[in-house]
């Protein structure tokens, strides 16, 4: 198989399947096991958001950046609530945004986002909170995070429930039409390490919502 970015591979996966092709999209773990991904969950319709969603996109105000737009397909209902910038880190994707509408998002990488805004909300739909791909990477994501907050401002995330473990760091390889992406890290972090992370930070977090599978989280500077 060819390799490619892994972003990249992923982006065309999406403009492709924009434009009606229905190839299947995989990732990959260490093992091996390959997960199918739902690609038509980057082009729901407001009304088909979910509940967490939706609550999220509600709690949301005023300068508002979202972490991980991909498609952009909160940022019509989020529009509602702010003003908003969203960010994703891979070119190809932002071209797919755009090309559906969503005129401000633009590439850039969270770590290495610059600007001298200072925002109400950040927003992590998606479980993107698990950018972070380890815990010390994760530790220097809150921290940024806390640098572009304003002193009253709050963090939105929906993460994974992860129960009997401090956390799980995985490493995915996308896969899609016999080509195959680079490794990348993610991390699932239970409630009560994110929160021991996030009081590092100088953070505090607050679980608005929970059920077997997801939190609501909010975070907000201490």
Not at 73 to 80: E, G, R, T, V
């Amino acid at each position: 198989m060819k390799t490619k970015q892994s972003m990249d591979l992923f982006g065309e996966a999406l403009e492709a399947y924009s434009q009606g092709d229905r190839s299947p999209f995989y990732l990959k773990d260490r093992s091996g096991e390959l997960s199918r991904t739902d690609l038509s969950r980057h082009f729901r319709k407001p009304d088909q958001l979910s509940k967490f969603e939706k609550k999220l996109i509600s709690l949301a105000y005023g300068d508002i950046l979202d972490v991980g737009c991909g498609t952009g397909n909160y940022i019509p209902l989020m529009s509602k609530r702010g003003r908003v910038l969203g960010l994703d880190r891979s070119p190809k994707v932002i071209d797919v945004a755009k090309k559906t509408g969503c005129k401000n998002c633009k590439v850039a990488d969270i770590f290495t986002f610059s600007t001298a805004t200072k925002y109400d909300t950040i927003s992590f739909l998606g479980n993107n909170l698990g950018i972070g791909g380890t815990v010390n990477k994760t530790r220097k994501l809150l921290k940024k995070l806390s640098s572009l907050l304003k002193n009253d401002g709050q963090i939105l995330a929906i993460g994974r429930r992860v129960i009997h473990k401090k956390f799980v760091e995985v490493q995915l390889r996308p896969v899609w039409k016999q080509q195959i992406g680079s490794r990348f890290d993610w991390i699932h972090i239970s409630k009560d390490f994110l929160s021991d992370l996030c009081e590092q930070a100088g953070l505090r977090l607050k679980v608005l919502q929970g059920n077997q599978h997801y939190y609501l989280f909010r975070i907000v500077k201490k």
